[in-house]
């Protein structure tokens, strides 16, 4: 059992959700979250920063705006894992940075609250 | 790789954000959530507060910058010298797989990177 934790643009939501039914997936959580990435850091204030620069290392802290994305968690059997991941990189990919980023973590156990099975019973089949 | 949960207080967030930026680590997820700890909420009077408001901040980094990450965030959280209660929790979790949307490069937690076809 796996957990996907992915990050995605606002404005792909609806059609992550589309693909994730079409390929079989229905159920999941999403929240909204704010966020940075690696991506956007200013080359000439990090090497002032390195340097020692009072200017640069208080930019650093200030200057990068945190951006509003969405977050989706998914818990899914290990066999679906795979198409989960395809399918949310091939439908949120556009190439430039800020697409976002998929994390895959161990679940240990899933219990259904209303029918009190546990395991994979639990979890959403084709 | 290894996925830190930081809860804290909303006031330090950005003094923990600042820290972790010069630490080298830009990227972070935040979240708005509200709890309690062993301390049962805050009693003011005849009323307990027990949703009190955090930030739990998401990052992911290497295995071997785990200690250094969780050591900037709890100098960065703490509240004066000694800490006090409500300073929040740091949660440790595996991550077996990261997946960069934009290029389709898959990093395992073994250390190989690839590049993912779609």
Do not use: W
Request: charged share 25%; proline share 3%; no cysteine.
């Amino acid at each position: 059992m796996k957990e996907v934790m992915a990050i995605v643009r606002l404005n792909m939501m609806n059609k992550t959700k589309k693909a994730l039914s079409d390929a079989g997936i229905s159920s999941m959580t999403a929240r909204d979250a704010l966020g940075r990435g690696k991506g956007l850091v200013d080359r000439s204030l990090l090497e002032g920063a390195e340097k020692g620069y009072e200017e640069a290392i208080a930019q650093l802290g200030h200057s990068q705006r945190l951006i509003p994305k969405r977050l989706i968690f998914v818990v899914l059997p290990d066999n679906l894992v795979d198409t989960a991941v395809k399918t949310i990189i091939k439908v949120n990919r556009t190439g430039k940075s800020g697409d976002g980023k998929i994390f895959v973590t161990p679940v240990m156990d899933s219990v259904s609250v209303r029918t009190g099975e546990f395991g994979t019973a639990v979890l959403d089949e084709i | 790789m290894i996925m830190i949960k930081s809860i804290v207080r909303p006031d330090k967030v950005d003094n923990v954000l600042a820290a972790l930026m010069e630490a080298g680590f830009p990227a972070v997820t935040k979240l708005s959530v509200v709890g309690r700890g062993k301390q049962r909420g805050i009693k003011i009077g005849e009323i307990t507060y027990d949703e009190i408001p955090k930030e739990l901040l998401l990052t992911v980094v290497q295995d071997q910058d785990k200690d250094y990450v969780i050591k900037t965030v709890i100098e960065a959280a703490r509240t004066g010298v000694k800490g006090a209660y409500g300073d929040g929790k740091i949660f440790v979790s595996p991550v077996e797989e990261v997946y960069t949307i934009s290029s389709g490069i898959r990093e395992m937690s073994s250390g190989e990177v690839e590049e993912v076809t779609i």
